[in-house]
């Protein structure tokens, strides 16, 4: 597997140039300059990652990290552990929601078992268990330090293989009960945030779980004190596999130079973690819709970026990556055949700086 500090140590930005020449052709277009908003945004971003105005588009993935995470013997989740290995298997089956989403979309998904507890045997579920779930963080660490980085290297790897199958978008997904509550955990460290103000009730949670979701929190970070200077010490201490996981395909897609969308909360912390580790992996993220829990608005001010959708979803999975996906190839199809103010017979000085 790809070694982490190698990877850390080896992304590059976006070039610059391109994204400059890309913003010159859109103010030439016949329209206001400026006036198609987040669209000229997200064709100018993706000329700059694939350092080219003739953009690759075609094949796309949402990599689905699953994983079980140990603090759901605390019963801070109305749904039983056994859920996670459930809903794993069922993405082999095209019957959930990202299965349908990207079925729509034309994108493909991926699925690794990065920590289900028992066996999945299916030839559509790639095997790389780190371990069976995390130790229950309100007694001990989630997993050593070792066992973080191996999972943050299974992302990295999934990207890898990916790009050598010819991806050029990527997108991030998760299964996991319990893993808005490692999620809040570490961005509660992460942000120096009160745990009330990054906690939400996940899959919907009821009152009484609530309080033992949040006491659950508080108690593993006064348990632990993770440093929140270190993010694999926060990772390890309170974190989960998923979110590792993911991590590495934020860092795994910034090394390759390619797009990566993030879906909803759990999503965004794994990228925050990532962008913590490199802030140059900024420059490849892309946001998606903005997630029901209440730390989401903490994580995007963070990351500075603007979630394109407000659609009251929360059913992560990777659910928000197809919408995105469709949205970039929207803005590649009408940007690139809309003709120019000369074709339209317009004086451009008559649209000049009207918006910029």
């Not at 006036?35 to 993935?61: A, F, M, P, W």
């Not at 006064?222 to 991590?247: M, Q, R, T, W, Y």
């Not at 892309?286 to 989401?296: D, R, V």
């Amino acid at each position: 597997m790809q070694n982490l500090q190698h990877i850390l140590n080896n992304i590059k930005a976006p070039s610059t140039e391109h994204a400059k020449a890309a913003e010159v052709y859109l103010d030439g277009l016949t329209k206001p300059v400026g006036s198609l908003g987040k669209l000229e945004e997200i064709y100018y971003r993706l000329c700059s990652i694939q350092s080219s105005q003739k953009l690759k588009l075609d094949k796309k993935v949402v990599i689905i990290m699953c994983s079980d995470n140990g603090v759901c013997d605390e019963g801070i989740s109305e749904c039983p552990q056994e859920v996670t290995a459930t809903v794993t298997y069922n993405f082999t089956r095209g019957i959930t929601g990202i299965n349908r989403m990207s079925h729509f979309c034309h994108s493909d998904i991926y699925i690794v078992d990065i920590g289900v507890k028992g066996k999945l045997e299916h030839p559509l579920i790639a095997q790389k268990k780190v371990r069976e779930s995390t130790g229950n963080m309100t007694k001990e660490v989630a997993m050593t330090r070792s066992e973080v980085i191996q999972a943050i290297e299974v992302g990295i790897e999934a990207v890898k293989e990916h790009v050598e199958k010819g991806y050029e978008i990527f997108g991030t997904g998760e299964m996991g009960i319990g893993n808005t509550t490692t999620s809040s955990a570490v961005l509660s460290v992460l942000l120096d945030q009160e745990i009330e103000e990054v906690v939400g009730k996940g899959a919907g949670a009821k009152e009484e779980t609530f309080k033992r979701k949040v006491e659950a929190i508080k108690s593993a970070i006064h348990l632990h004190n993770p440093n929140k200077e270190d993010v694999i010490d926060v990772l390890s201490k309170v974190g989960g596999l998923d979110l590792a996981g993911l991590c590495g395909v934020y860092l795994g897609a910034s090394y390759y130079q390619k797009p990566v969308v993030i879906d909803g909360f759990i999503a965004a912390v794994a990228a925050l973690c990532a962008y913590r580790l490199n802030p140059l992996v900024g420059e490849y993220l892309f946001p998606s819709h903005l997630s029901e829990e209440k730390g989401m608005h903490l994580v995007m001010d963070e990351l500075k970026l603007k979630p394109y959708f407000e659609l009251g979803m929360r059913l992560g999975e990777g659910t928000g990556c197809p919408i995105t996906f469709q949205l970039m190839d929207m803005a590649h199809s009408v940007l690139t055949t809309m003709g120019t103010f000369e074709e339209a017979n317009i004086e451009k000085e008559d649209y000049m700086d009207v918006w910029k």
